[in-house]
């Protein structure tokens, strides 16, 4: 495709109209110059594909493989797995037809209520880029692009489409924005969709800081960018701000509104040329065939492997797990999940699953030997099930052990909106607490998409397996790791705290007047409950196993680093249980300083062990790990100080500990109209300047003999403040003059 030659012959008109799309899931396409439609659909964890591709949800939708959606995915801590789901996402796509997957969603979650968690990956901006790049490099290895969203700061569904996050800047940068910085660097999304939401008071789509400054001269952007669905509000602005395509189409509107703006000069050409190429350029990279296929029962199984290393065992006192089916003969399942499952939110992101399995029947088939019994104990309409749950305590007293199954329903987590409250249904507390009564050979297994607050029957619980959102193939790997036959391996990726009002964003959540406060700052998620020192109910990074780990041999390659190097960590670990398992190897930097975090996650590695075997994991440090975003210089630096390396199998167990000293040159402070005269003062730059501004004739004339040293007994004084204070005789221009000069002096010194 000749680009250049096709900006040549395309018409003002026909520019406008790609910088639109043509329907709800097409861009629009000029048949005359060989210029496609793209078609781009929902797809973060199965393809949603409407069979009226004109609409929204209009005639259903076309069936596909159901993948765990991504809190599970995260869970896994597998970057491989993840990868390998995202190509079989892209087999599907191709098949058929499809250009550009929007997903993966990659924000972070800032509070356990937002409606669409289990869309996203963790709390932690390191664990979400990882994980997010995994699934786009699966999903780009086959042809089609993917689509990293929601850009940024949409933490919350509660008035998704006009509240403004109003947060400091290095929040943004360190926390929200991370991720997808970390993500272009390293996997070169093709896409990435801006989100509803204002930032600071300006709408994401007419951002141009964001989008342009930050996104594309910040991160090195060289893709497309695509707004959520009707997230633009002035289609001109947007087109200037750095919005390439707006999505859906809106029936022309706003290539009028596009074509009057280049008519009046607000919008100018190259403008138009800029999204149009880039527009092009996706094309060129996507060609789309509706002739491909893909291996159902080999995506099925894939399915199945993501979801079983996804689960998570939460408690097991005594070993209760896995079930030994040749003490326990007559088992009794409880919950109507186990026949009904719940594997996947409500929203954009629903998929019409090719098959799904339940739990009960696959336990029946794992272990045929043994006597199974099913009881409902609720309903998943009404919230009072009395006699539902008198029938499972009766089974579950006559069971020799009892699987009881319970969760957060559909209306629970919906895009849209946000939860109330973090607890499960009173029903599903009651029952856990009426059965553990009389049965405490009990394994729990809870099926949910974010975290949850428990019931006062957590200490009683003797066995606990978090199932997530697990997807179609869900089931039977719940089925295999209750009976041993897979090991459980999963570890959370967001912490759940014992009750709401000990989560980060408690007290400044959901917002009002139109705006959402980040008054919690920097600290979301562990890096809140470290510096809080509240203990969680299960922290960030915390999972169980039936075997056991052993760390050991700590090595740090430098005593020393220095801003531009990089060096290794790494320890052994060894597998000192009976069966093979998998542990996910954490690494954490802290430093003791009020500003920052108790200690930050910096690295990540899975492996695999036979009982007995051992390994080395090694991980690389370089300026990442260290450094911190500084509002004034607007970029990233390392702060000098001794920081600790922290390795262990949690954000709250830490195993091995090490030092490294960080020597790195002070910060060089940019000067401000705002600086105190005592800042000042310690800065012979500064000083220099002053003495020149207080030398001005127009000052000398009123104030012979003037100096430096008059002022400085008005050390807390801002400079800026001397105009008022000398009635005008400080001039702005003068004050602005002598800061710029103290920047010029500090250049050349």
Known sequence: MNIKEILGKLTIEEKASLCSGRNFWLSNEIPRLGIPSLRMNDGPHGMRVLKDQSHLWVHGTVKAICFPTASALAASWNRDLVQRVGQALSEEAKALGVNIILGPGMNIKRTPLCGRNFEYFSEDPLVSSEMAGAM?????????????????????????????????????????????????????????????????????SENSELLTEILREGFGFKGLVVSDWAAVVNPEKALKAGLDLEMPGTGGVSQKRLLKAYEEGIVTEAEFDRAVTRLLKLIEKTPGDCSASFDEEKHHQLAKEAAGEAIVLLKNKNQLLPLDTKKYKNIAVIGRFAVEPRYQGGGSSHVEALKEENLLDSLKSLAPDCSFSYEPGYSLKDTESPAEIDQAVKAAEKSDFTVLVIGLPDSYEFEGFDRTHMDLPAVHNLLVQKVLEVQKNTAILLVCGSAVSFGPWLDEANAMLLGWLSGQAGAAAMAEVLLGKINPSGKLTETFAHHLDQTPAYLNYPGENGKVHYGEGLYVGYRYYDKKKIIPAFSFGYGLSYTCFEYKELKIGSSVFKPG??????????????????????????????????KE?????????????????????????????????KGWYVPAGDYSILIGTSSAKILLKGQVKVEAPELDHVFDVQDQLLLLAGHPEAVKALEELTAHESIQRVVPGLTVEMLLPMRDLPLYRLMALSGGLFTPELIETAVKKMNENKKSR
Request: include cysteine; hydrophobic fraction near 35%.
């Open 565 to 598: 190097q990089s060096f290794e960590v790494s320890c052994v670990i060894k597998n000192t249980g009976p069966v093979k398992g998998s542990e996910v190897v954490q690494l954490y930097v802290g430093q003791q300083d009020i500003q920052r975090p108790v």
């Open 601 to 633: 996650l910096r690295g990540f590695e899975k492996i695999s062990l036979e009982p007995g075997e051992e390994k080395r994991v090694c991980f690389v440090l370089n300026d990442e790990a260290f450094e911190r975003y500084h509002c004034q210089i």
């Open 136 to 204: 786009v490099k699966g999903i780009q290895s086959k042809g089609v692009a993917a689509c990293v969203k929601h850009y940024a700061c949409n933490n919350q569904e509660y008035q998704r489409m006009t509240i403004s996050a109003e947060m400091d800047e290095r929040v943004l940068h360190e926390l929200y924005l991370r991720g997808f910085q970390q993500v272009i660097a390293k996997y070169e999304p093709q896409l990435v969709m801006c989100s509803y939401n204002k930032i600071n008071g300006t709408w994401a």
